[in-house]
């Protein structure tokens, strides 16, 4: 029996049984209305279950936002696919798609030949490789920016970690034979502008599009993607941010430029200084793409404002990651900062996953400020103060959780 | 392309696969928006809902900052037309971008 067959019997078991149609319906449901309340001004938000997806908090539902409640974080450093943020940014989506026929075309004028696979053939006809990575939305956490900035206002859960499988780019543009005056791959999926403008098109220069790593992704979690997610294959660019990760992959074309659509300029681009940053308000002096995530950490095991039983000792949890250096160390403080001492990393899964840390405290009666820093190999960290930038692009400011113990 | 969109209302959120010989297509579809555009009495409210809402969501003006200023809403308009191709008249720009701005921006009434 082969996979996809199993994975229709799965389907069929999940309904009960078997149906009249050659076909299954996937979490039909009617839509509960409820709503969350984000930690900002205006953050009141409708949770929704989308299709192979349990409710979660959207931003936009025309093209699907979508953002993981944050207690998902605490249930596992790996993110269910049911539970993974979605973000598009036009509305006209793919909402059937066959996915073993659905082809993706190699090319480009810096191509020796124009080749294409079927989603069938690249699970066939390639070596699979697979790693664990954590995709991240440039914006995720923008509305906590202060000052405010315009964009979409996403708190902290717009980012996951997922157990990826498949070919590796540098396979299929070896292939379409690049040519010496390679510059960059752009990487163009089937949504499109719902009026034929603005289409979502992305580019790597050629050098890190042949790295090895960077993946063409058919299994998100030993399961097919979401459709929401990209299905039936993605663009997997470990350490980069979200805005790489193509989804719905159609067209590959190796070119002899730099390319300059809307979403690599003006769009998604960072102040071009070290720290990405600006003072509030005033206007970067030049950009450049927005490229590797910073380093970032998180408690999950408490939220803010969580009370405590004084006396009794508690485990805090949380995750810890970075652009692809690995973390090395995360340091936490029960005082606001003042004084830090070493968390325990957890189990290290590879160097683009989330990384678990621990440490445990016994409160006395009163109130704490918990922060967590984390360093990666580089020794790059996290900085004290919230950084800023127009875009709203990139926190990793450490963040502070109050509880009080009583 | 239109079509494609306009033909997902529904009250179900639903996802489907499809058997047919060798053949597997997955299927899904999408919920209806939840919100609208904000009424109003101003000139732009009519000209939002004939140009706005047609490739998004209301979501996206509702969930902005309160601090969203005119230049913001100005940009974007005009962003919608000169890259997304949105249908705009330039001479219905400013009332639509007076109604973003006094409807979700930092012009709200306080």
């Known amino acids: 029996m082969n996979q996809r067959t199993t994975n229709l019997l799965r389907r069929r078991l999940l309904l009960g049984g078997g149906s009249a149609l050659a076909g299954s319906v996937l979490g039909c449901q009617t839509l509960a209305q409820t709503t969350f309340e984000q930690p900002f001004v205006n953050g009141k938000r409708n949770v929704v279950a989308f299709p192979e997806k349990r409710p979660l908090i959207v931003l936009t539902t025309r093209p699907p936002q979508l953002e993981t409640p944050f207690e998902v974080f605490n249930d596992g450093i790996v993110t269910p696919n049911d539970a993974f943020f979605v973000r598009y940014h036009n509305a006209a989506i793919p909402t059937s798609i066959d996915g073993d026929a659905h082809i993706v075309k190699v090319g480009g004028n810096a191509a020796g030949k124009q080749v294409q696979f079927t989603v069938a053939q690249l699970r066939s006809q390639f070596k699979p490789i697979e790693y664990l990575a954590v995709n991240q939305c440039s914006g995720n956490s923008r509305a906590l920016f202060n000052p405010r900035v315009t964009g979409g206002q996403l708190g902290n859960g717009a980012m996951g970690n997922a157990r990826w499988v498949g070919v590796p780019l540098k396979e299929l543009l070896a292939r379409a034979e690049p040519k010496n005056s390679a510059r960059q791959v752009t990487f163009d999926g089937l949504d499109e502008g719902v009026l034929g403008g603005g289409d979502f098109v992305k580019s790597l220069d050629i050098g890190h599009a042949m790295d090895g790593e960077v993946m063409v992704a058919y299994r998100m979690n030993d399961a097919d993607l979401p459709m929401l997610n990209g299905y039936p294959v993605r663009l997997i660019v470990p350490g980069y941010y979200g805005t790489y990760w193509v989804k719905h992959l159609s067209s590959i074309e190796i070119i002899d430029s730099v390319y300059e659509g809307f979403w690599m300029k003006p769009a998604y681009r960072v102040p071009d200084n070290d720290c990405a940053c600006i003072e509030p308000g005033t206007a970067p002096a030049a950009t450049r793409p927005i490229g590797r995530f910073n380093v970032r950490s998180f408690i999950t095991s408490h939220r803010d404002g969580a009370r405590l039983a004084a006396g009794r000792a508690v485990t805090v949890r949380g995750i810890a990651f970075d652009g692809g250096q690995g973390i090395r160390e995360v340091a936490y403080s029960t005082d606001g900062g003042e004084s830090w001492r070493e968390a325990r990393l957890g189990a290290d899964m590879g160097r683009y996953s989330f990384r678990e840390f621990t440490f445990g405290f016994t409160p006395s009666a009163g109130s704490y400020d918990l922060r967590v820093r984390a360093w990666n190999r580089s020794g790059q960290s996290q900085p004290m103060e919230a950084l800023w930038q127009p875009a709203g692009y990139m926190r990793n400011v450490v963040e502070s959780v109050k509880v009080t113990a009583a | ?110």
């Open chain 2, 1 to 110: 392309m239109r079509a494609r969109f306009i033909a997902v209302a529904t009250i179900a959120a639903c996802a489907l696969s499809f058997a047919s010989g060798a053949a597997v297509a997955k299927t899904i579809q999408l919920p209806s928006d939840p919100v609208q555009l904000k009424e109003s009495p101003l000139p732009g409210y009519a000209k939002a809902r004939a140009n706005c809402v047609a490739c998004h969501s209301a979501e996206y003006m509702l969930y902005q900052p309160p601090n969203a200023a005119r230049p913001y809403w100005d940009a974007m308009v005009k962003r919608m037309k000169a890259v997304f191709k949105a249908p705009i008249d330039d001479a219905d720009m400013p009332e639509i971008v007076d109604y973003l701005a006094k409807t979700y921006g930092n012009e709200q009434p306080k």
